[in-house]
């Protein structure tokens, strides 16, 4: 029994190390990370162990019984934390893996592109997942030579980026690497097309359904009022509010390359109206609740129009950076004209392309340009039709995100319809302080809901106020 626990636990260390293998900073932390994990694990048995003959002897052990589960989540936290952040960079090396292909195989002349690739990620402020792979390979390589530590970082990788540097290494073994990473290349194109089709279609989707749901949960609630009692309403108070809350925190960010990235400082200013702008428009609600009375159309029109004004400088701004990014087409135009004359990079004018990377809001897509532009400079000489890959590439995507902003237009339609549709089955409904409440929390749902799909992020109250707004007028 006991050969058998420790033959366990070693296999628990070692999908642990699997996971957790290349956070490590060095030979000390390396060597002690398993040691926190058996020592979770010893605590959690033996706090087990206590608690149960704390129970089976009947004594009173208020203190033992509340002090060992902490013991045992403080010694869970290092184990647990070290897992969380293994699991978001293999997220993250997932998302990127398309991009590194793209990236690497567009100037292929050598086959050792995607190597070269890596020493250069090590120092990215790009790729966030492969920077931490780059900065391994790197350290590695100086240690004991390229190819053992390319089948080191193939090892501790996980799903395509693994499959993808294990068939890598066996086609510059086999001299077929040209051919893989063109091959390679011409699939990552398509899967990640086909994949940002999909989810700017499900998000545009998405959109509409939210703006249904907010409509119909209020009419069959008062639907029910009319059959039975007022007081149903209460009970759907709370879910809908819960669902305001949960749904505008789990939808997703906006996929890699159309993501918004933000610099500190203005991300705080940001943040900072839209608390405000959260609590402007919460207090007509916390209000009814509290006094079990209405709230007047002038001080809704008031607080809405607040909101609007906190919300507007985080709403514009990021439309404006999605916008922005369409003026990569005058870069890759001047690209594509470069490398057909000079087959060269060279002479590339960076004016437009380092204005449109200085913005305090831009998209991913701007930066992984800029910085593949770089890199396929330093490497000098490029061929015009493989690179011809690259240009195809981005211009997909942007083409992508032409059809998702053309589709925010139904998107807005359809959610600014609902005070409207709300407002209208109000005039059937018994009129007392309940059914305004789920009114009004049907409205902020809908509009919290709506800014988090719209935007990607909690960063604007302009939806919300605005349906605030339009439903004091009425």
């Known amino acids: 029994m006991k050969r058998m626990l420790g033959r366990l636990i070693d296999k628990v260390v070692d999908y642990y190390r699997g996971w957790t293998v290349f956070l490590d900073e060095g030979l000390e932390e390396y060597l002690e990370a398993p040691w926190k994990l058996k020592s979770a694990i010893a605590v959690t048995l033996e706090g087990i162990l ?170 069959l609630t008062i639907g029910f009022t009319i059959l039975m009692d007022v007081y149903i309403l209460y009970y759907t108070l709370i879910p809908i509010l819960i669902l305001g809350v949960v749904g505008s925190t789990i939808i997703p960010n906006y996929p890699l390359p159309f993501k918004v990235l933000i610099e500190k400082s203005v991300g705080k200013v940001l943040s900072l109206m839209y608390i405000v702008g959260v609590v402007l428009l919460t207090c007509p609600l916390t209000y009814m609740v509290l006094t079990d009375s209405m709230m007047e159309k002038t001080i809704l029109l008031y607080l809405g129009a607040a909101s609007m004004i906190l919300g507007t400088p985080g709403f514009t701004l990021i439309l404006r950076a999605l916008f922005k990014t369409f003026e990569l087409r005058n870069v890759l135009e001047d690209v594509s004209v470069n490398v057909r004359t000079y087959r060269s990079l060279i002479f590339v004018d960076d004016e437009l392309l380092s204005h449109l990377g200085s913005k305090p809001i831009r998209t991913w897509l701007i930066d992984y340009v800029y910085e593949t532009l770089r890199f396929h400079r330093s490497l000098g000489e490029v061929e015009p039709d493989v690179y011809t890959l690259f240009t195809v590439f981005t211009n997909d995507l942007l083409r992508t995100l032409r059809s998702y902003l053309a589709g925010l237009t139904i998107m807005i339609t359809a959610i600014l319809s609902t005070p409207f549709l709300i407002k209208t089955l109000l005039t059937i409904a018994p009129f007392t302080s309940i059914t305004l409440q789920v009114a009004y929390s049907s409205i902020l749902a809908t509009g919290f809901i709506s800014s988090k799909l719209m935007l990607g992020r909690n960063i604007s109250t302009l939806i919300p106020g605005l349906l605030v707004f339009i439903y004091g007028l009425l």
Request: glycine residues 8%; contains cysteine; aromatic residues 8%.
């Open 50 to 219: 206590v608690i149960l003959l704390t129970s089976a002897s009947q004594s009173p052990g208020t203190l033992i019984l509340t002090v060992v589960p902490l013991l045992i989540i403080i010694a869970w936290l290092p184990v647990l934390d070290k897992l969380a952040e293994a699991r978001e960079i293999h997220g993250l090396v997932d998302k990127e893996l398309a991009f590194f292909i793209v990236m690497a195989s567009a100037t292929c002349r050598t086959g050792l592109e995607p190597l070269e690739l890596l020493r250069y990620v090590s120092e990215s402020r790009v790729f966030k997942g492969f920077r931490v792979i780059g900065e391994k390979f790197t350290c590695l390589e100086k240690i004991i030579g390229v190819g053992d530590a390319l089948r080191i970082v193939s090892s501790v990788l996980k799903g395509m980026a693994r499959t993808f540097f294990i068939e890598y290494s066996s086609a510059l073994s086999t001299g077929t690497v040209i051919e893989y990473l063109m091959r390679s290349a011409g699939e990552a194109v398509k899967d990640a097309w086909s994949g940002l089709s999909r989810i700017v279609e499900k998000r545009s989707e998405l959109g509409v359904l939210i703006a249904v749901v907010a409509s119909v949960m209020p009419a």
